[in-house]
Structure formats: C-alpha cells, structure tokens
C-alpha cells in the first residue's frame, strides 16, 4: 500500500438527484435517495429524459407520484432528448453539489454485468458521483428477514485488488463511511505499514494476518 495515500474529506452534497423513467423499478430509488439526503442534509430532486414535448405533462405527473408532491414542483425536471445519459449529467451539472442516485435491474449487455446499460452510461459519462441500489435494496422480498432499510447496514466495503488504483478508492470509502455513520473494514491486513495508513486515512475496523491466522473454534475462544 502506498505511504503516500492521504485521508479524503468527507463528502458534502446538497442536492440528490434520481433519474427516472416512470417504471417501478427507477421509482424504487426513491427510498435509498430520501435516506441520503436525511444524512447529508440535502434535496431530493428527480429527472427524466422525454423523447418529445407532447409527454411532458403525463412524465411530470408520473414524477409528482413517485416523489409524493404535485407536478408543478421545481424539483421535478423533465428534460427532452434522446440522450438519456447525456441529459442527466446536464441537470445534475446544473444542481447544487450533487450526487445521482439510481436503480438498475443488475443486468447489462454483456451476460454476467452487475449494471444495466443507462445506469453504466450515467456512470461512464458523468461527472457527479453516483450511487447505484440494485434489485434487492429497491424491491427487497417482504418475506425475506434479511432484508434491511436503505442505507440500513452498519458498514460499507471497498472492493480493492492490490493495485495502485484500486487502493486509490481507500480514503474515498472511508470518508463515505465517516459520513454515512457506518465502519470501514479492512481485511487482508499483513504489516504494520499497511495497518498504520489504513488507520490515517480513517478505516476503522483491520483483520488479517497481522494480528491472527485461521485456527479452529476453541483455539480462537482461547485467542479472545
């Protein structure tokens, strides 16, 4: 891990913004944006991509719904073009301190992708961070038990490789994390150096072989 990875600030957002296109599945965003901006103090504004201006009244009433409010509300934005991605990152350029919040079916166009087309879009082509809920955070099973509120959880994971660039993620993770009010776990941890930056740029929680290596049960109960 490089010695020179330095602790990010944490993120500040006044405004979160979800795309929309008036199906079930974009509108299950909502939740997951609501609960961010609780936490950051911001605004939850929505957009969608109109391919003419005969749908304008019928997408801002589907807007209304999905947000609760009526269609005259200025934090429903209709934007009309061809170029879904484009158009998003236009409006969420325009927002006060922004951050997009979508949701996407986990399928793409190469089989075995974890983000559909327009969200990988967004994404690629954006400027502004994006937070992505998959399926099981926007329509969770009712009778599943596991199942837990947006932004439920008490920890966040970085998913890191080894290489430089990945770990370049590190501090921005951590600083989430710090913002959100949830742990960082870092595991993997084998020397001090790398527990000593992990622990600079805010990861509070290290395991690896640093501190044990896998034993049985009544040797660990021992260990503890």
Known sequence: MNSSTQRAPDPVYGTILVPLDGSHLTDGAIPTARALAARFGATVHTVTVAASDLELHRIRGEA?????????????????????????????????????????????RVAGTLIGSTARDIIERGRQPVVVAGPFVVHPDPEDETAIPPLGVDHLVACVDGTPASERGLPVAAAWAHALGMNTVAEGVETADAADILGQIGVTCLQGYLFARPMPLEQLEIWL
């Open 64 to 108: 209304a719904r999905a947000l609760g409010t009526d269609p005259d509300d200025p934090r429903i934005h209709v934007e009309v073009d061809t170029d879904v991605a484009g158009a998003v990152q236009r409006r969420a350029s325009d927002l006060d301190s922004c951050l997009v919040c979508l949701s996407t079916h986990g399928r793409g």
